[in-house]
């Protein structure tokens, strides 16, 4: 199959990035032409601790070095955005087999809604298959050093944000 010309979808809230999302977007940016990363600007199930504009400004700034990756907010169905943006795949990273039950369900709702959009699973490579950006903003709001888990420039926004608690 060629992918000349297909566009892949990777959404997510990203708050913050962290280097299990970057992973993802680096090995689907080898298996498309082009990548869009798509920012949550409203989330159903916790409010941010960065505004958009912010997350997607530490997502731009990690992904720079990736020539095929573009940076894009969205609000509303991931499937209208990947239909207004061109994709031919939603790419979704899974950690565990609960990842996978949830991001199946998904794809399957989301394939009722766009069924050209297909999902595209890339398991967590094992160095970061534990890492979620809650347990990064936990770790940082204690005092811990998260810069093996966030490029510098997040780990400093998260410092200059919630500093340690502890």
């Avoid at 990842?99 to 369900?105: R, S, W």
Wanted: with cysteine; hydrophobic share 45%.
């Amino acid at each position: 199959m060629s992918t000349e010309g297909r566009i892949a979808l990777c959404p997510g809230t990203y708050d913050p990035v962290t280097y299990g999302h970057l992973d993802i977007v680096e090995r689907a940016s080898r298996l498309f032409t082009t990548v869009v990363v798509a920012v949550a600007e409203g989330s159903n199930k916790k409010q941010p601790l960065f505004n958009a504009d912010e997350r997607r400004t530490l997502v731009r700034t990690s992904v720079e070095h990736l020539g095929n990756v573009e940076v894009t907010g969205f609000n509303g169905l991931v499937t209208a955005h990947a239909r207004e943006v061109g994709a031919v795949a939603i790419v979704k990273g899974v950690r565990t087999a609960a990842d996978f039950d949830y991001e199946a369900q998904m794809a399957q709702f989301n394939g009722r809604l766009a069924d050209e959009v297909e999902t595209v699973f890339l398991p967590a490579s094992p160095e970061w298959a534990f890492l979620s950006s809650s347990g990064v903003r936990e770790a940082a709001a204690w005092g811990a050093d998260v810069r093996g888990w966030v490029p510098a420039h997040v780990a400093e926004a998260l410092l200059d944000r919630i500093g340690p608690t502890a």
